[in-house]
């Protein structure tokens, strides 16, 4: 129980903030490896961050606090169930809000609609339990935040990404209504539509594409 209390928004904003940044440099590393080119798959304006990545780890970081202790089969449902939850959730809202995807595992097998697949399940589920290996070397590198200088930085880092991350979404929604040929109604808009039009969002969001245009 001494543990669980242990769990700060500090602590959940750094890791947010570090899993956002490192696992789009993995993955970059990743696509160099497979595809012989670099991918930095972005999901912000400013910035360079995955905040998939982000959400997931922190979502991990918490059940992992909870749920270490249990049968390491559970383990690996929890944590399968929560990876693909997250990617439910996100594609369902990229799919019904915006008519776009980011992913699709539409070949892959035992799929639904393409956001979620068997393999993409089991891989979550191994990802979790190898996470929580390093849940005791995180805590040692979230020590670092306990000075002074970040508890300075922090609420200075809450309000950028904030803005950050409510102005991504504006701009994506901009470029859905763009897509289905909306004039802007606004000053904000018209200013979104010359400095991040179609062309700047699709070399930022690599990978997304309108559905309709498959």
């Known amino acids: 129980m001494e543990e669980k209390s242990k769990i700060t ?3 959940l904003f750094w890791l947010f903030i570090a899993a956002s940044y490192f696992g789009l ?3 970059g590393f990743y ?3 497979k595809f012989g080119k670099w991918e930095s798959h972005v999901v912000s304006i400013y910035g360079h961050f995955c905040i998939i990545y982000g959400v997931g780890v922190v979502f991990y970081y918490i059940f992992c606090n909870y749920f270490k202790k249990k049968n390491i089969f559970l383990q690996f449902i929890i944590y399968a169930f929560l990876g693909t939850f997250v990617e439910l959730v996100c594609g369902i809202l990229l799919d019904f809000g915006l008519g776009m995807r980011a992913w699709s595992y539409e070949n892959s097998f035992l799929n639904y609609r393409g956001y979620i697949c068997l393999f993409m399940f089991i891989v979550w589920g191994l ?3 190898v996470f929580e290996q390093f849940i005791p070397l995180i805590k040692k590198c979230l ?3 306990y000075n002074k200088f970040f508890k300075i930085i922090l609420p200075i880092f809450t309000i950028f990404m ?3 991350l409510l102005f991504t979404s504006i701009c ?3 470029w859905s209504e ?3 040929e909306l004039k802007p109604s606004n000053r904000l808009e018209k200013y979104i539509d010359r400095k991040y039009d179609d062309k700047y969002m699709s070399n930022r969001f690599m990978e997304w594409y309108f559905i309709d245009q498959k």
């Open 127 to 129: 990802f979790g339990i």
């Open 9 to 11: 928004y500090s602590d």
């Open 162 to 164: 904030i803005f950050n």
């Open 25 to 27: 440099i993995i993955e």
């Open 178 to 180: 763009r897509h289905r």
């Open 143 to 145: 020590k670092i935040t």
């Open 172 to 174: 994506i929604y901009r």
């Open 31 to 33: 696509c160099l490896i």
